[in-house]
């Protein structure tokens, strides 16, 4: 007997809680926000926003499925089956959070605070969920395919991220390491910058663009359904040992960025999630591409 479809419920604390947890009551939350001129009653508001919008989500779900919930800090532990539907409730950058633990599961982003995200990732309410829930598990269901990109280490520790993935020095410090391209001879440069990036298309919206803008919005950033990629190395330093040729590039389908690390400890993460990383040591190289998972969003 086959189970019935599962919706997982994805969400965050909120800063409300956060607080609470700090500082142990809504009167001292208060009393600690108001020293430094801020008012508690602007989290409070949000917190009773992102709650009610789990209350909405959970009424939606038809009686008849299964059901979870699991917080963010929770995703690396948490197990996606076949059958699931994730709904992740929120802001744009938690759909990305769960994006590196599913599979091909569709996922469902629901925008817990309209008006204070930019609704790209999160691009449903709470309203449209009873008939959104059934038509995820449709044949033909509306999705799109976001591109993901991959880090795979010479020891074979593999991460996924569908924004984009740094590779440097832990604390963003100077990283030293040798970098190079597919098809590029074999050719090396021996670099030391404040780190690598290489996103995609969903994560041209983000950091990657901060970074695009910064060096004259020079070429075309991809689409989120675009398998092409783009790299940046941040902060390349000249010196008679290190370069600054490769500085920025594409990576077409089935390219890889190579990095050797030439310091005692790199570290590889996704999406923000230094949590959750792989460390390079001395001589150990990491190489960046195109992942052939891709998440299925609900359009």
Same mark, same amino acid.
């Given at each position: 007997?086959?189970?019935?479809?599962?919706?997982?419920?994805?969400?965050?604390?909120?800063?409300?809680?956060?607080?609470?947890?700090?500082?142990?009551?809504?009167?001292?939350?208060?009393?600690?926000?108001?020293?430094?001129?801020?008012?508690?009653?602007?989290?409070?508001?949000?917190?009773?926003?992102?709650?009610?919008?789990?209350?909405?989500?959970?009424?939606? $779900?038809?009686?008849?499925?299964?059901?979870?919930?699991?917080?963010? @800090?929770?995703?690396?532990?948490?197990?996606?089956?076949?059958?699931?539907?994730?709904?992740?409730?929120?802001?744009?950058?938690?759909?990305?959070?769960?994006?590196?633990?599913?599979?091909?599961?569709?996922?469902?982003?629901?925008?817990?605070?309209?008006?204070?995200?930019?609704?790209?990732?999160?691009?449903?309410?709470?309203?449209?969920?009873?008939?959104?829930?059934?038509?995820?598990?449709?044949?033909?269901?509306?999705?799109?395919?976001?591109?993901?990109?991959?880090?795979?280490?010479?020891?074979?520790?593999?991460?996924?991220?569908?924004?984009?993935?740094?590779? !440097?020095? @832990?604390?963003?410090?100077?990283?030293?390491?040798?970098?190079?391209?597919? !098809?590029?001879?074999?050719?090396?440069? @021996?670099?030391?910058?404040?780190?690598?990036?290489? !996103?995609?298309?969903?994560?041209?919206?983000? *950091? $990657?663009?901060?970074?695009?803008?910064?060096?004259?919005?020079?070429?075309?950033?991809?689409?989120?359904?675009?398998?092409?990629?783009? *790299?940046?190395?941040?902060?390349? *330093?000249?010196?008679?040992?290190?370069?600054?040729?490769?500085?920025?590039?594409?990576?077409?389908?089935?390219?890889?960025?190579?990095?050797?690390?030439?310091?005692?400890?790199?570290?590889?993460?996704?999406?923000?999630?230094?949590?959750?990383?792989?460390?390079?040591? *001395?001589?150990?190289?990491?190489?960046?591409?195109?992942?052939?998972?891709?998440?299925?969003?609900?359009?």
């Amino acid at each position: 007997m086959s189970l019935a479809p599962r919706a997982v419920v994805v969400h965050r604390t909120t800063e409300y809680e956060e607080l609470l947890a700090r500082h142990g009551t809504h009167g001292q939350a208060a009393f600690f926000l108001a020293a430094r001129g801020r008012a508690v009653d602007e989290v409070a508001e949000r917190h009773h926003r992102a709650r009610r919008a789990l209350a909405e989500t959970a009424a939606a $779900i038809p009686l008849s499925w299964r059901r979870a919930q699991v917080e963010r @800090a929770d995703l690396d532990r948490f197990l996606f089956a076949e059958q699931d539907v994730v709904v992740v409730v929120g802001q744009d950058g938690l759909v990305a959070n769960a994006a590196k633990y599913v599979g091909d599961q569709p996922v469902v982003g629901v925008d817990a605070d309209p008006g204070r995200n930019p609704g790209v990732l999160v691009r449903h309410r709470t309203a449209d969920l009873p008939r959104l829930l059934p038509a995820a598990l449709a044949p033909g269901a509306p999705v799109d395919a976001l591109t993901m990109v991959e880090a795979v280490t010479d020891d074979a520790q593999r991460l996924v991220a569908l924004n984009e993935i740094y590779v !440097g020095a @832990a604390g963003h410090q100077t990283a030293r390491y040798r970098l190079g391209l597919d !098809g590029d001879g074999g050719a090396v440069e @021996a670099q030391a910058s404040s780190g690598v990036l290489v !996103g995609t298309g969903t994560g041209a919206s983000g *950091w $990657i663009r901060s970074v695009w803008q910064e060096r004259g919005a020079a070429g075309r950033l991809p689409g989120p359904t675009d398998p092409r990629l783009v *790299w940046f190395v941040r902060e390349p *330093w000249p010196s008679p040992v290190t370069g600054t040729r490769l500085s920025a590039g594409d990576l077409t389908t089935g390219a890889r960025l190579t990095l050797t690390a030439e310091s005692e400890r790199l570290v590889a993460f996704g999406d923000g999630m230094e949590t959750d990383s792989l460390e390079l040591t *001395w001589g150990q190289s990491v190489r960046v591409g195109a992942c052939a998972r891709r998440l299925r969003l609900l359009s």
